[in-house]
């Protein structure tokens, strides 16, 4: 599967951004998605996750109540939508895909993302 993100940007504290994520390839909605975000000198890190069919999501507790991610197979997206925004969160956000064996379980840890996008600035003011 190939990603490719779009939505970031420049936004003062406090503010909102909807990251998507569109996803080539017919099989996109047997796969595992997820964003994650490095920041410059950090690790990658795990933001949030969603199942195949959306049913289930998994966030880090940084983000949690702030975010959400969303997915429509339809329409072979994803999206991460921001809220309550935070200089600390300034960062690159990838998309990211895996095929996971418990279709019911989402990994948070970065490694185990198979697929990845080119990521999308998102910078916030403060």
């Known amino acids: 599967v190939q990603l490719q993100a779009s939505g970031g940007g420049l936004v003062q504290a406090g503010g909102s951004l909807r990251l998507s994520c569109a996803a080539s390839?017919?099989?996109?909605?047997?796969?595992?998605m997820g964003w994650c975000r490095q920041a410059p000198g950090k690790e990658r890190e795990f933001v949030a996750g969603?199942?195949?069919?959306?049913?289930?999501?998994s966030y880090a507790d940084s983000v949690k109540g702030r975010f959400t991610i969303s997915r429509d197979n339809a329409k072979n997206a994803v999206y991460l939508q921001m809220n309550s925004l935070k200089p600390d969160d300034t960062a690159v956000y990838y998309c990211?895909?895996?095929?996971?064996?418990?279709?019911?379980?989402?990994?948070?840890?970065?490694?185990?993302?198979?697929?990845w996008g080119q990521g999308t600035q998102v910078t916030v003011s403060s």
């Open positions: 990211a895909a895996y095929s996971a064996a418990d279709r019911a379980f989402i990994t948070r840890r970065a490694s185990e993302y198979d697929y």
């Open positions: 969603i199942s195949w069919s959306g049913g289930s999501t």
């Open positions: 390839g017919r099989t996109f909605s047997s796969y595992t």
